[in-house]
């Protein structure tokens, strides 16, 4: 296991990673940089968390009003959890569904972050060998998380543009026949809602569909519902599955869901993973399995009072929906200045950009070219379609979330320039100074030059050893 | 079709054993000096409590620490963000410097070669999936640590040959026992990767000889077989033989950069020495690049918080307190080992000689009404059920011998330990009464042998019930 590529690290995608590594963009000292767009990170409401810790010392365990705590916290490794870290997450993921559904906190398991937490459920549910179905395109590091070292397989259920990439019945019972015909036990489906890489929602119908599938052939059911704080307009309304549960018959015992702290607050660095199922026997099993990826009572703690903030967390949730819906408008309409459309959507840090026009044509090969272009020439580090297994060329995943207005406008005048150029090879990035943008309606943010706005952070995915940040005293 | 997988169905993570059991019923009924005095006290958890007051008043002098102010500017939002496998380079740095130390330098560690993890759990377990496939085998000597069941079986598929050690010679581990434990394998058609020790011992307590490594080095040597040493109790050695790491051994035989270099590998984690279980801080030290690139990427599955590897590395890279503070520590330790065991001594209870861990290896071989695990067992219900104590049975620590005890000290105040050897001693008291009791019993039908069966039958009911 050691030895073979399930790890997907080799893969030619890091050719991104590396280039953004060797050549970051940063305003003053590296103007014409690579500008790292591949992050699904949201940073742009820090200041909000920031500001919740100064105000609540006792959350942290370091502070004179915290240090009582100290040691029953530093002792504290009980699986189950800390009951207040448990109750605040529950309480957390019912209010972000506003509050249509409450969450039971004794079926809270913890995961190591969304990634750890994938794995346990799919150790739970599936043998080696076995099978789950996933729809793509999907998120890169599901060939690692979900496969690696479960030994379970992935067989896509293929979707395409010619339906917005819905998910269809007619796919599902296609990949489920796929992997019957070879002979492998399907075990269950996995989603993820709001979706990465598409930032759209599955509306009631495509829900009860997807339960219904799976309760028809007594599948499991995992629902990533990572991005479920990210969704940041009304419409369509995010719909969980916890909801559509209550709304119709199906054997619960086949329904699970994979959480995190990640991507709705921006705290990936704690490593927040949560796995709630409504099967008592993967509730417990799942529990003894969270031995091996236990978030840290430290961060247990911190989170716990906060998420048990209702006033902070009600503010933090508009207030964080509202600044992803403007950088989303500002983006996708800038995009649209320059006739590159993105596919409609409400959710996540990210677009799923259309340049199936630019390709010389419809083929992986020409995306890959046209993908080389964007970071050696445009200089920037976009997602291509083929890394998330995307059946039609020509797709890009654009990450919006992960730097201040300032590069974003940056950003979006490469991209411009880019589709100014038509299908020209040779793009001349002109050295753009850096300036505070005036039309945004929220205020620019002032470069603290000491420490780097766009982090020249490392993907766990990056083969370059060197971190940056927060560099050794000795 | 069974909906679940395997893994959840089967027993293999040892949750069933009297470990957890134990664990459970102290959970019922916990021991509070206020609230329930005559409450179960919790012998059977091997937690540092004793310096807690250290850190705190560290913390309270670095209160800047808390509001991610250090190194003058705000560091939240990186944190916040900071997700990257390699580690944060300023706690790998404190770590591999904290790790010589405690090594007295004889040896250095570099931060390349370290990987963090969620808890040694998962490190031990990490070293698992990269070392072996399922179905093959680690060799293990016992007695062992309950949790490896689970940590090193369960998911990885790995299978544990143990290597029996006695008391017979203090349960050292000898070249013909690593020898059995190979040839037990291949019966078994398991092909041994390696073999995993836990120096300092748990449950013994004791640092393993410079003997003890060599042989398994020159073992290991021979059957290319790698070797992973769980360490985590290196830093409670407060006895005066000191703790030999098994990569100073190999040092001292210039193995350095010979093939067995690369398949010596150690785990480490801050739970034991620094009392920080709740921190999930675990670590893997290895030579060998495939195995670290390799453990890294698994470490995605449970990295450690990066909020607590910044306070930590404040906290260990305070070289003036971590030195006062490990001395301290030891003393402390040792203290509270030398009370259990001269406790336990007045009450004719001897315990392994030790002079490290959180816990001592405790001989009740005596006091089994045989020599048999059902003894065993029956002790261990009845200590909890009548001394109102917490301890670990050596079957649950897979040892060959019954009568054997893991009783912890380091987890309690020192008046709850005194109250607990109290305890015992009424305990042993009632047990030696009722085997005087019983002796005089069989003397009198030794005696009474020559009379008539109905009369001999009489005395005996006159007397009662005697268990």
């Known amino acids: ?474 | 079709m069974n909906m679940l997988s395997k893994k959840a169905r089967c027993d293999a993570d040892g949750q069933d054993s009297s470990f957890f059991v134990g664990l459970q019923e102290y959970e019922k009924n916990p021991y509070d000096v206020v609230r329930n005095p005559s409450g179960i006290i919790q012998m059977g958890l091997a937690e540092n409590q004793l310096s807690f007051d250290l850190l705190e008043s560290w913390l309270a002098r670095n209160s800047d620490v808390a509001t991610f102010e250090k190194n003058g500017g705000s560091t939240f939002r990186e944190l916040a963000l900071f997700q990257d496998y390699h580690g944060l380079p300023a706690f790998k740095k404190v770590l591999v410097d904290f790790m010589a130390k405690i090594r007295r330098n004889k040896v250095s560690f570099h931060p390349n070669k370290l990987v963090l993890t969620a808890g040694a759990t998962s490190a031990n377990e990490t070293l698992m999936f990269c070392l072996a496939n399922p179905g093959e085998a680690f060799l293990i000597p016992t007695p062992y640590y309950p949790g490896f069941d689970r940590d090193l079986k369960w998911r990885t598929g790995v299978e544990l040959v143990p290597i029996h050690c006695s008391s017979l010679n203090k349960f050292r581990i000898t070249e013909s026992a690593l020898q059995e434990a190979y040839q037990q394998a291949q019966k078994l058609n398991l092909r041994v990767k390696g073999i995993l020790i836990t120096n300092p011992s748990n449950p013994l307590g004791a640092t393993m000889t410079r003997l003890e490594l060599n042989h398994l080095i020159t073992f290991a040597m021979d059957k290319n077989l790698h070797i992973v040493s769980d360490e985590i109790y290196s830093g409670t050695v407060f006895g005066s033989s000191s703790f030999i790491s098994i990569i100073e051994a190999a040092r001292e035989r210039n193995l350095e950069n010979t093939d067995i270099w690369s398949r010596i590998h150690i785990v480490y984690s801050l739970s034991k020495d620094l009392g920080l279980p709740g921190f999930r801080v675990g670590m893997i030290y290895s030579d060998n690049e495939t195995v670290t690139s390799a453990a890294t990427k698994m470490s995605s599955f449970g990295l450690v918080s990066s909020q607590t590897q910044y306070l930590l590395s404040n906290l260990l890279g305070d070289k003036k307190f971590m030195k006062s503070y490990m001395k301290e520590n030891r003393k402390r330790l040792k203290k509270r080992h030398e009370m259990l065991v001269s406790g336990l001594g007045n009450m004719g209870i001897r315990c392994l000689k030790s002079n490290a861990g959180l816990f001592c290896w405790v001989d009740m071989r005596h006091l089994l009404s045989s020599n048999t695990f059902e003894a065993e067992m029956e002790l261990w219900k009845k200590i909890l059920s009548e001394a109102s104590l917490n301890i670990s049975p050596g079957s649950s620590c897979h040892c060959t011998e019954p009568g054997w005890f893991r009783v912890c000290f380091a987890n309690m105040k020192k008046e709850t330990l005194k109250l607990s050897i109290q305890r015992m001693k009424t305990f042993v008291d009632s047990i030696n009464d009722e085997n005087s009791e019983n002796q005089q019993l069989s003397f009198c039908i030794t005696k009474r042998r020559s009379l008539t069966k109905w009369v001999f039958q009489l005395s005996l009911y006159d007397r009662g019930p005697d268990r």
């Not at chain 1, 619960?252 to 796995?275: E, N, T």
């Open chain 1, 1 to 474: 296991m050691a030895t073979n590529e399930l790890h997907g690290e080799n893969s030619p995608y890091f050719h991104g990673w590396k280039a953004y590594d060797n050549d970051p963009f940063h305003p003053i000292q590296n103007p014409n940089g690579v500008i790292q767009m591949g992050l699904a990170e949201n940073m742009l409401s820090f200041d909000l968390i920031e500001d919740w810790i100064k105000k609540n010392p006792r959350a942290s365990i370091c502070t004179s009003e915290g240090l009582n705590k100290f040691r029953d916290i530093a002792i504290f490794q009980d699986y189950h959890g800390l009951s207040e870290f448990r109750n605040a997450v529950a309480k957390f993921m019912g209010r972000v569904r506003g509050d249509r559904v409450k969450f039971d906190p004794a079926r809270i398991v913890m995961g190591g972050g969304a990634t750890g937490a994938n794995e346990l459920i799919t150790f739970c549910l599936a043998d080696p060998g076995d099978a789950f179905l996933v729809p793509s395109p999907y998120y890169p590091a599901f060939g690692r998380d979900l496969r690696w070292r479960t030994g379970v397989q992935l067989f896509p259920v293929m979707c395409n543009s010619k339906n917005d990439f819905q998910i269809t019945v007619e796919a599902l019972e296609e990949a489920y026949e796929k992997a019957k015909q070879s002979n492998i036990k399907v075990k269950g489906l996995i989603i993820v809602n709001p979706s990465n890489p598409l930032g759209t929602v599955l509306d009631r119908e495509a829900l009860k569909t997807l339960v219904s599938f799976i309760n028809e052939k007594n599948i499991h059911l995992v629902c990533d519902e990572i991005y479920a704080a990210t969704v940041f307009s009304a419409a369509p309304n995010f719909i969980s599955v916890a909801e559509i549960i209550q709304e119709m018959d199906c054997n619960r015992d086949l329904i699970h869901i994979v959480y995190s702290m990640s991507k709705d607050m921006g705290l990936p660095g704690f490593r927040v993973g949560i796995v709630y199922s409504y099967n008592d026997a993967v509730v417990n099993c799942g529990r003894k399995m969270s031995s091996f990826g236990l978030v840290s009572s430290q961060t247990q703690h911190l989170l716990a009072s906060m998420l048990d903030d209702e006033e902070f967390v009600e503010m933090f949730l508009r207030e964080s929906a509202k600044r992803l819906s403007d950088r989303h408008k500002f983006f996708t309409m800038g995009l649209e200045q320059v006739g590159i459309s993105c596919l409609k959507s409400n959710a996540g840090l990210f677009v799923w950009m259309d340049l199936r026009s630019m390709l010389i044509e419809q083929t992986v090969e020409a995306e890959l070219e046209l993908w080389k272009i964007i970071i050696n020439q445009v200089k920037l580090n976009v997602s291509p379609g083929s890394s998330f297994q995307c059946v039609e060329p020509g797709w890009f995943r654009v990450c919006f979330a992960n730097m201040d207005d300032a590069t974003v406008e940056i950003a979006l005048k490469r991209i411009q320039m880019l589709a100014g150029q038509g299908k020209e090879k040779e793009v001349a990035v002109k050295n753009k100074p850096w300036r505070k943008n005036l039309r945004l309606s929220f205020p620019a943010r002032i470069y603290d030059e000491s420490s780097v706005m766009s982090p020249r952070l490392m993907s766990p995915h990056s083969p370059i050893p060197h971190s940056p940040l927060v560099r050794a005293r000795t």
